[in-house]
Nanobody, 128 residues
Framework: QVQLVESGGGLVQAGDSLRLSCAAS????????MGWFRQAPGKEREFVAA????????YYADSVKGRYTISRDNAKNTVYLQMNSLKPEDTAVYYC?????????????????????WGQGTQVTVSS
């Protein structure tokens, strides 16, 4: 079982940076693959980034590649999403997610339905 709480969202201007944090509780955190998803009003929840249990593998949506960095500190039970060069189209509620069974040999990590645990979300708003 994994419980997740996101923080770090807010209102910023285009070109600014934010770092989101996801604090995890549970004895199985180190065994969980972690993902970040986002959802804007009127749109489906979309994949942003994922990281494997050992941090060997990371994956990014094309829309954020080169601007976002996902990382994890297993000793602190925390996952991060560093967001640079933010654009108005990055505005969304960002959700942290975790799953104990996702394998990175395929593409399961891009589908929200494959994650069993979710945080409450944190709002990111980017103004012009």
């Amino acid at each position: 079982q994994v419980q997740l709480v996101e923080s770090g969202g807010g209102l910023v201007q285009a070109g600014d940076s934010l770092r989101l944090s996801c604090a995890a509780s549970g004895r199985t955190f180190n065994n969980a693959a972690m993902g970040w998803f986002r959802q804007a009003p009127g749109k489906e929840r979309e994949f942003v980034a994922a990281i494997s249990r050992s941090s060997i593998y990371t994956y990014y949506a094309d829309s954020v590649k080169g601007r976002y960095t996902i990382s994890r500190d297993n000793a602190k039970n925390t996952v991060y999403l560093q967001m640079n060069s933010l654009k108005p189209e990055d505005t969304a509620v960002y959700y942290c997610s975790a799953d104990l069974s996702i394998k990175f040999s395929g593409s399961d990590y891009v589908h929200a339905a494959n994650y069993d645990y979710w945080g409450q979300g944190t709002q990111v708003t980017v103004s012009s």
